[in-house]
């Protein structure tokens, strides 16, 4: 049977609840002082936006959005333990009509959404499937910004080793400041309103 620890929802309508979080190399959740951080950043995008969670393991940067007032959220999860402590943590928090669970590897979800497109995206890879800015997880945060997965005037919120070399933004999208946290950092991506203007 796999070992499960807790981590405590820092904020919101959820603020003190724990979350179950597998033990070991499974999940590696976002810490307390960087969730805090990237939803203090963007609290007046949050209210009644739809979330997309990928990597979503225990759901904590989701169930986070909802805790802030998120209409909805969609977590992106494909490892099949994680996938049912997943769903016992939505269970426990009394939230499973707020939010869906995407059964689906992250580097495959396709070119279109689950239903309409996104006001927040927040990535946060495995840290292993980092080599450099022409890696997976950059290549997967260019796809769903440049796409249907991101609305115009929507951000996309990825984490990332510090250490690692960043990838531009793909065109129609804002690289703006990113935020360092040790060993950790955070990029924002904001999808210009404009490209529903182009022709």
């Excluded at 805790?67 to 939230?95: P, Y």
């Excluded at 927040?120 to 800015?133: A, E, K, M, T």
């Amino acid at each position: 049977m796999p070992r499960h620890g807790n981590i405590r929802l820092s904020s919101g309508s959820l603020k003190g609840r724990t979350l179950r979080v597998p033990e070991g190399l499974v999940v590696r959740p976002m810490r307390t002082r960087v969730r805090e951080s990237l939803f203090n950043r963007l609290q007046d995008e949050v209210p009644a936006s739809r979330v997309l969670d990928v990597f979503a393991g225990s759901g904590a940067v989701g169930i986070e959005a909802v805790s802030r007032g998120a209409r909805q959220t969609v977590h992106v999860e494909n490892t099949r333990e994680v996938v049912s402590l997943l769903r016992r943590n939505l269970r426990d928090l009394g939230i499973e009509a707020q939010c869906k669970i995407y059964e689906r590897d992250a580097y495959k979800m396709g070119p279109t959404p689950p239903g309409e497109p996104f006001d927040l995206i927040l990535i946060d890879p495995p840290f292993p499937d980092y080599h450099g800015p022409l890696s997976k997880p950059w290549k997967l945060a260019q796809d769903l910004a440049a796409g249907e997965w991101l609305k115009p005037g929507g951000w996309l919120v990825m984490e990332h080793p510090s250490r690692e070399e960043t990838a531009p933004p793909p065109p129609g999208v804002e690289a703006r400041e990113g935020r360092r946290y040790g060993d950790t950092s955070l990029i924002y991506w904001f999808k210009s309103e404009e490209r529903t203007q182009e022709s």
